[in-house]
């Protein structure tokens, strides 16, 4: 018989996630605030001996722009929307004041030595895998140096998730030759699906989700997606949204993981809880103290039910 599992994973991007939905220069100090509270994710992490995956862009194994431009593939994305582009944005930022926004090797080597914690990818360049004008050949040419920059310090890169959750099947080949053993997909639900177009319903349905709606996110081992005999897609189940300061909506939030949680460690199934460093950025004592919550109800259901916590690496069907 199986154990049910915690997995968690966090979209590590600082800048490189979100340059083209915000000003950086009103975001200085939510940066800072996300560097200076990720050694407080590893304490924590350690505490309660839960292992988790950092889904990390590759930009930010960079130490500065000098090696950041010495590190532009040959082939690039070529997005219809120009927008999109981290190397247009990023050429157009370089300052000595910017680099503490996109770079961050020493947070890296933290997260590598702290027990239980896989470094994976987002791809190098935080890359749009369902947008237009992106290509097969500069997909290839992003896990490449990803990988690359990786490999300079000693990391092996086995987890990938793919950036605004642009599960795009047409790369898995790309992916397994590039020495991948798992990918995360998104929940089945509809308004998960074709994240690239993301109407206001389906914001909406997936705002909605995070307080009500059906127990349907914890899955068993036979519903981890088998694409090959090397690589598998584990599906993501719930975005933990960061404190919003509405104390009502906020413990409607924790109650529905935790009964969430408690389903997975009854029923042998699996749990992935995912979020991104920076979603703590506001508030982060506050956003920590209800993270250690759920890790603390984590550690009553090992206790009970002896349920497992995994990295994505870690979580793997029979025979693989």
Same mark, same amino acid.
């Given at each position: 018989? +199986? ?8 979209? @590590? ?22 560097? *200076?509270?990720?050694?407080? %994710? ?18 930010? @194994?960079?130490?500065?722009? /000098? ?5 532009? !593939? ?7 929307? +120009? ?7 990023? #050429?157009?930022?370089?300052? #000595? ?8 090797? /020493?947070?890296? #080597?933290?997260?590598?030595?702290? &027990?239980?914690? +896989? ?40 987890s ?26 998104? !929940? ?7 994240? =690239?177009?993301?109407?206001?319903? *389906? ?11 059906l127990?349907d ?14 690589i598998?897609? *584990? ?6 949204? !960061?404190?919003?300061?509405?104390k ?5 939030? %924790? *109650? ?23 979603? @703590?950025?506001?508030?982060?004592? &506050? ?10 109800f984590?550690?009553? %259901?090992?206790? #009970?039910?002896?349920? =497992? ?6 979580? &793997?069907?029979?025979?693989?």
């Amino acid at each position: 018989m +199986e154990n049910g599992s915690l997995v968690i994973s966090l979209d @590590f991007e600082l800048l490189w996630g979100v340059f083209d939905k915000v000003d950086y220069n009103e975001k200085i100090d939510y940066f800072e605030n996300t560097r *200076q509270l990720i050694p407080s %994710l590893l304490q924590l992490f350690d505490k309660y001996d839960v292992h988790s995956t950092w889904a990390t862009v590759g930009m930010l @194994f960079n130490n500065n722009w /000098d090696e950041w431009n010495a590190n532009i !593939p040959e082939y690039l994305p070529n997005y219809n929307n +120009e927008n999109l582009s981290a190397y247009r944005f990023g #050429k157009s930022i370089q300052s #000595k004041k910017t680099e503490k926004l996109c770079f961050a090797p /020493d947070l890296i #080597k933290s997260i590598k030595n702290t &027990k239980g914690q +896989e470094i994976g990818t987002h791809t190098y360049s935080h890359y749009y895998c369902l947008e237009l004008g992106q290509d097969s050949l500069a997909f290839k040419a992003d896990l490449e140096k990803a990988t690359k920059l990786a490999s300079n310090l000693e990391i092996e890169l086995k987890s990938l998730v793919f950036p605004r959750n642009q599960y795009n099947s047409a790369y898995l080949e790309i992916c397994e030759k590039s020495g991948l053993n798992v990918v995360r997909t998104n !929940p089945d639900n509809w308004y998960w699906q074709n994240t =690239q177009k993301d109407s206001l319903i *389906q914001k909406i349905f997936r705002t909605g989700d995070a307080y009500f709606g059906l127990q349907d996110k914890t899955y068993k081992s036979s519903e981890i997606h088998r694409f090959s005999s090397q690589i598998t897609g *584990q599906k993501a189940s719930r975005l933990l949204r !960061p404190y919003s300061g509405k104390k009502f909506l906020d413990s409607l939030k %924790l *109650q529905r993981i935790y009964r969430e949680m408690e389903y997975a460690a009854q029923h042998e199934e699996h749990y992935h809880l995912w979020w991104h460093p920076h979603n @703590f950025g506001d508030s982060p004592a &506050k956003n920590i103290r209800e993270l250690e919550g759920i890790l603390g109800f984590y550690k009553k %259901l090992k206790d #009970k039910y002896n349920m =497992q916590s995994l990295n994505m690496n870690e979580l &793997k069907p029979k025979g693989f």
